[in-house]
Structure formats: C-alpha cells, structure tokens
Nanobody
C-alpha cells in the first residue's frame, strides 16, 4: 500500500498562511480522489477539500475562498494552500486517497496527520 506522509503544519497567527503537503511513497495517479480532512479536539472529523483525478475540486463551506487543494501526479504529492487562517482552523490535518463508489469517494488510505495551530 502507498504510504501518505503529511508535512507543513505549524503554529501561525490569525490571517497567516500555510501550505500543507502530502507526499506518497508511490504512484498516486491511480487514485480517483484525494482529500484533506481535519479534526479538532472534541469535534468530528470533517472533509476540508477534495480533488479528483480529473482535477475537479470541492471545499467545505468554512474554507471556500481561503483554501486551495491541488495535486501533482508527477511528484506524487497533494497540497493544501491555506490563507487567511482563523483560530477555528486549528486542527490535525490528514490527507487521504481513495476511489469512487458511485458518486461518492471512498477513502481507504490515510496519512498520520500534521498539526495546524492558529492563534488570535
């Protein structure tokens, strides 16, 4: 199984920016969809953004206009550019890869996560 490793998490002030990377140990071209998820203490995990192998993207309402997901199949890397960060963006961010089951993406490969902390 391809291993997914996230990096780029950090502590930043509100209004700042970060770019998260998710580097795969093997080829990601075969994955129909890849996504970024986050989980804050005491909260459920939520999908932040998703990108398909055709480049179609989707975002949670809370991050639209501030976050951008992209994937570089040649580098086997998924990115999440985060701007205008808010304290409520504080969470552990994880990347995931999967395949479509009908209209939905079923994620079956997960990274360990990288911590993002935004202070006011």
């Amino acid at each position: 199984q391809v291993q997914l490793v996230e990096s780029g998490g950090d502590s930043v002030q509100a209004g700042g920016s970060l770019r998260l990377s998710c580097t795969a140990s093997g080829d990601i071209k075969g994955y129909h969809c890849m996504g970024w998820f986050r989980q804050a203490p005491g909260k459920e995990r939520e999908r932040v953004a998703r990108i398909t192998n055709y480049g179609s993207t989707a975002y949670a309402d809370s991050v639209k206009g501030r976050f951008t997901i992209s994937r570089d199949n040649a580098k086997n890397t998924l990115y999440l550019q985060m701007t205008s960060l808010k304290p409520e963006d504080t969470a552990m961010y994880s990347c995931a890869a999967g395949f479509f089951r009908g209209a939905a993406c079923s994620y079956n490969n997960w990274g360990q996560g990288t911590q993002v902390t935004v202070s006011s």
